[in-house]
């Protein structure tokens, strides 16, 4: 990301700082479909007030040092957008006035800023988000004209300021997207093995079994690593946005100071150069192991578990599932098999499921399974009992992550 920052307009950097201990403003953090409730835990253990879960989102207040530690240290949301105003909506002119009266422009949006707007929902007069959006922007260069006869331009790759609309009960929500970028991409991730969960996905993913990391966890279809790696970072503490940079840190009000100080937070928290590994409580890491059959997947997945710092916590290997050994267990195994849409590998993957399935009552008694699933028909040859089957979107594909205690 270029280092393009907004001109500071008002309040000097000491006042900031003090104004940031105590200003709190609303937030929604996107998250994905099915993790709502874990994700309003972890933001409210990192510090989010008046936590609330909603559909696809989690509401929040925070102040400035927890927006910035949410963006660092949190690991199931796409994006935290902090509100700037919500104003009723009941046609485009409440938009155009509301979007003009929503914020100091002055300070937030000078010419030489470049923004782009993206918006969600519909109101009386509103129906596509398209043209919702193009009214935002024609109410703030309309506006930044008369101030300064000149406004800024539109990018959609690499903005300055990122708006987000959202309408709905005849209201407006104008908001500023923090992240620059999704954060399900934590920067360790250039290798992609075949249809890999997001990152955020997946640590929900682990954080809904429960797993902490003193019984050994194994992924015998690890693909690209996903699951692995964003549980080994879980355990070992490391921050998942160490790695990166984030939108705020071109606002007017972004504060370096704060943000440094939350950074070195994080940073101290990180245990993955310890060795022996160890938990935050001093007990030793269990062992993450990984099987994929692909040797070119296989070494997408170290590629990218070296770029998390992950290497030496994972160990992976080639091989066929069938042939899994797990650690000295009990443990978890958790999985995304593949579940193939194209026709003619329905036969293959039946088979593959039912040897899975008697794979771990063989070798995995007293293991916990998880298997995320985006086929009913597939998970039915595994010949085993889900005890919860938990509604998952990966993707825009309607899965289930399947919880079986294999005795
Ligand atoms: C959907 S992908 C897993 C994606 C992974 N969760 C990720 O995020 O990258 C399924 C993986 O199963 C692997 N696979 C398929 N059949 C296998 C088998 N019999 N034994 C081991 N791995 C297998 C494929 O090579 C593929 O990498």
Known sequence: MASRRLVRVGITEQSQGAQAQVARFACIAAVPSGLEEPAAAELAA???QAVRPLRRAVALEADLACFYRLHLQARLPFRILRQLARFPCRSRQDLYAGVQAAADWQRWLPPEARFRVDSTGTAPGLSHSHFSALEVKNALVDWQRQHWG???SVDLEDPDLALHLHLGGEGAILSLDGSGGSLHRRGYRAAMGLAPLKENLAAGLVA???WDGSVPLADPL???GTLLIEAACQALGRAPGLGRSFGFERW???DPLL?????????ALDRSALRPASLADGRPLA????LDQDQAVLEQAKNNCQAAGMAAAIELQRGDCRDFQPPQGPGILVCNPPYGERLGQRDQLEVLYADLGAMVKERCSGWTLWLLSGNPELTGALRMKASRRIPINNGGIDCRWLKYELR
């Open 46 to 48: 990192l510090g989010a």
């Open 150 to 152: 000149e406004r800024s």
């Open 208 to 210: 809904l079994t429960g």
């Open 222 to 224: 690890c693909g690209s």
């Open 252 to 254: 007017p009000d972004f």
């Open 259 to 267: 943000w440094q100080q939350e950074r070195q937070v994080a940073l």
């Open 287 to 290: 062992p993450i192991v990984g």
